[in-house]
Structures are given as C-alpha cells and as structure tokens.
C-alpha cells in the first residue's frame, strides 16, 4: 500500500525488511473475535500473513498436532 508509513525494521528468513505499523479492526479465528489488533506490514514478498507472537500470546494454550495449529482461549 502506498499510504504506509515505514518507520520500523525487522529481520526475516529472507533479510531486513521495512515494517509498517496498522490497526486490524479485527482478527477472526473460528468463533474467537479479536478487535483493534495492532500490526505489523512489511515489504517482504510473502504470499500469506503470519500470526506474530504477539498475538498468539493472547491464546493460553498453543499446540501443533497433525501438522495443524490448534489455539485455545
């Protein structure tokens, strides 16, 4: 987006990217609803969104079964 202002700097799999910070109204994961979520843009070349550990603090419990991520509340 051209309206980003890039202030921050993260390092990645693929080196040091240019953040943005932004406000998500809200996340949806299954019947969980999070609302102003703060986070993270950057200019890297990724397909799809991480789930930062940001965010994934706001779960008690995280686990990886299966070859899926199971998140409780």
Same mark, same amino acid.
């Given at each position: 987006?051209?309206? @980003? #202002?890039?202030?921050? !700097?993260? &390092?990645?799999?693929? =080196? *040091? +990217?240019?953040?943005? !910070? $932004?406000?998500?109204?809200? +996340?949806?994961?299954?019947? $969980?609803?999070?609302?102003? +979520?703060?986070?993270? +843009?950057? *200019? =890297? *070349? &990724?397909?799809?969104? @991480? @789930?930062? &550990?940001?965010?994934?603090? !706001?779960?008690?419990? #995280?686990? #990886?079964?299966?070859?899926?991520?199971?998140?409780? !509340?």
């Amino acid at each position: 987006r051209n309206d @980003l #202002i890039y202030s921050g !700097r993260a &390092m990645t799999a693929n =080196g *040091e +990217v240019r953040t943005a !910070r $932004v406000k998500l109204n809200s +996340v949806e994961l299954g019947d $969980v609803v999070d609302h102003d +979520v703060t986070a993270w +843009v950057n *200019e =890297g *070349e &990724m397909d799809q969104s @991480l @789930l930062g &550990m940001a965010y994934l603090r !706001r779960w008690s419990r #995280i686990e #990886i079964s299966d070859s899926a991520l199971i998140l409780t !509340r």
